[in-house]
Structures are given as structure tokens and as C-alpha cells.
């Protein structure tokens, strides 16, 4: 989950103190490298689906830098852990940590889902939500964000958000099966531990978290975007 990446509330940046000159330059420059990694996947996805004439298995085309920019946004948890992003580290975690763990203990692990075409619909999702989300964290930090691109961050996920999560219960649903069938990550008794863990059972469990999860999350957004987006739709209607 995490499609809409709250993490960084933009409301934190008028209250507090930004970042110091080194630590703004940092961010800048790992902000310009998740923005120009999120562009790399995006044209890999182009230019395999004209080679191929198809979207079915696009995943493969652009597995390695999927996994390695997504991995990178565990870096986003320790920007809020010590204060130099002013957002919650809780909320940060959890919406970096979904994406991550869809990625690796699934999708990743399963390997019979990776052509599955949900995989492909929050593949999409997720890459033009961060295209977006790191450009307007560069432009923010620079001081100089084009309204566009704020347009953007609190438009799109309207569709973005419901779309990748659609991909995301639909990919976990799919490996279920296999999941089972395998045994993978699951802990039997007896063992010296006395410990037992299904992990088919997590999984389903993850997917029915989604069910309070995901509202809270879309209608944060939607205020959010009436916050920052409003006065500016008032202000056109008045003119």
C-alpha cells in the first residue's frame, strides 16, 4: 500500500524549521536520483512494450532498478528518524515498508505472479505516483515548485492510488496459491522454538488490512489536496 506516500506532510514544512544547507543539498540530490531512477523504469516500460508489441511480463524489463529504487526509499524512514525530514517516522515506515515488502516477499518470491498483469498495474502506478512525488520534493527544497507539478501530486493519485492498490491485493491474492502449496516463509511445529508461522495466512491477513487502512489514507489526500489546491480553485472561480 502506499500509492499516495503521505509520509512527507507538506504541512510540516510550514511550521517547522527546514533542513540545514548540507542536509537540503543531500535531500536534493537523493530526490533527483529517485526522480531520474522512477524515469528510467518509466522509459524501460515504453520501450518494452513497443519491442514487444504487448504489456504481458513488462516486469521483467525493469525488475533490477524497480527493486533497487524502491529498496532506496528505505533511506526515507531514516530522513524522519533524524528530523531532517519533518514527518511522522511511524506512517514514513509503514508506507515505505509495504512497497518494499510487496516487492521482495512477494513478488520477488513468488515468482509465478511476476507475469501476472496485476503486477504490471501498480508497477505503473507506483512509477508515475514517484516521478511526481521526488520532483516535487526537488522543487520544494529549491524553493521554486511549478504549479504543474504541484497540480499534479494532488491530482493524480486519485486514480494512481486506487490503481495500485487494486495491483497490489490482486498480486498478493495471486500468490496465495503458490504460497500455500510451498510452505514458503512458514514455520511448522514441532521445532525447538515451539514457534509456528503461516505465512499464507499473513498474507491474507495484509490484504484485509487494506480494508481500514486504505480509506483513511485516500481521504487524508483528498484533504490534503484541498488544503493546498483549494484556495488556488477559489481564487480562479473569483477571477
Given at each position: 500500500?502506499?500509492?499516495?506516500?503521505?509520509?512527507?506532510?507538506?504541512?510540516?514544512?510550514k511550521k517547522k524549521k527546514g533542513p540545514g544547507t548540507l542536509a537540503t543539498a543531500y535531500l536534493v540530490i537523493y530526490n533527483v536520483i529517485m526522480t531520474a531512477g522512477w524515469l528510467v523504469?518509466?522509459?524501460?516500460?515504453?520501450?518494452?512494450?513497443?519491442a514487444r508489441g504487448s504489456y504481458h511480463g513488462l516486469y521483467y524489463s525493469i525488475e533490477k532498478p524497480l527493486k533497487f529504487f524502491q529498496t532506496g526509499a528505505l533511506l526515507e524512514i531514516?530522513?524522519?528518524?533524524?528530523?531532517?525530514?519533518?514527518?511522522?517516522?511511524?506512517?514514513?515506515?509503514?508506507?515505505?515498508?509495504?512497497?518494499?515488502?510487496?516487492?521482495?516477499?512477494?513478488?520477488?518470491?513468488?515468482?509465478?505472479?511476476?507475469?501476472?498483469?496485476?503486477?504490471?498495474?501498480?508497477?505503473?502506478?507506483?512509477?508515475?505516483?514517484?516521478?511526481?512525488?521526488?520532483?516535487?520534493?526537488?522543487?520544494?527544497?529549491?524553493?521554486?515548485?511549478?504549479?504543474?507539478?504541484?497540480?499534479?501530486?494532488?491530482?493524480?493519485?486519485?486514480?494512481?492510488?486506487?490503481?495500485?492498490?487494486?495491483?497490489?491485493?490482486?498480486?498478493?491474492?495471486?500468490?496465495?496459491?503458490?504460497?500455500?502449496?510451498?510452505?514458503?516463509?512458514?514455520?511448522?511445529?514441532?521445532?525447538?522454538?515451539?514457534?509456528?508461522?503461516?505465512?499464507?495466512?499473513?498474507?491474507?491477513?495484509?490484504?484485509?488490512?487494506?480494508?481500514?487502512?486504505?480509506?483513511?489514507?485516500?481521504?487524508?489526500?483528498?484533504?490534503?489536496?484541498?488544503?493546498?489546491?483549494?484556495?488556488?480553485?477559489?481564487?480562479?472561480?473569483?477571477?
Amino acid at each position: 500500500m502506499g500509492t499516495s506516500k503521505t509520509a512527507h506532510s507538506e504541512s510540516g514544512h510550514k511550521k517547522k524549521k527546514g533542513p540545514g544547507t548540507l542536509a537540503t543539498a543531500y535531500l536534493v540530490i537523493y530526490n533527483v536520483i529517485m526522480t531520474a531512477g522512477w524515469l528510467v523504469i518509466a522509459v524501460g516500460l515504453v520501450r518494452a512494450y513497443l519491442a514487444r508489441g504487448s504489456y504481458h511480463g513488462l516486469y521483467y524489463s525493469i525488475e533490477k532498478p524497480l527493486k533497487f529504487f524502491q529498496t532506496g526509499a528505505l533511506l526515507e524512514i531514516l530522513h524522519c528518524a533524524v528530523g531532517i525530514v519533518p514527518s511522522s517516522v511511524v506512517l514514513t515506515g509503514f508506507q515505505v515498508m509495504s512497497r518494499v515488502f510487496l516487492t521482495w516477499a512477494v513478488t520477488h518470491s513468488v515468482r509465478e505472479v511476476q507475469s501476472e498483469d496485476s503486477v504490471l498495474l501498480f508497477v505503473v502506478a507506483w512509477t508515475v505516483t514517484e516521478i511526481i512525488r521526488y520532483s516535487f520534493y526537488t522543487f520544494s527544497l529549491l524553493n521554486h515548485l511549478p504549479y504543474l507539478i504541484k497540480w499534479a501530486r494532488y491530482t493524480f493519485f486519485i486514480v494512481l492510488y486506487p490503481m495500485g492498490v487494486m495491483g497490489e491485493l490482486l498480486t498478493i491474492y495471486a500468490a496465495l496459491p503458490y504460497v500455500q502449496k510451498a510452505g514458503l516463509y512458514s514455520i511448522t511445529l514441532p521445532n525447538k522454538y515451539n514457534f509456528s508461522f503461516d505465512y499464507h495466512t499473513f498474507l491474507i491477513f495484509v490484504m484485509i488490512s487494506y480494508i481500514p487502512l486504505f480509506p483513511q489514507l485516500y481521504f487524508h489526500m483528498m484533504r490534503q489536496r484541498k488544503k493546498v489546491l483549494g484556495h488556488v480553485e477559489e481564487y480562479s472561480k473569483v477571477e
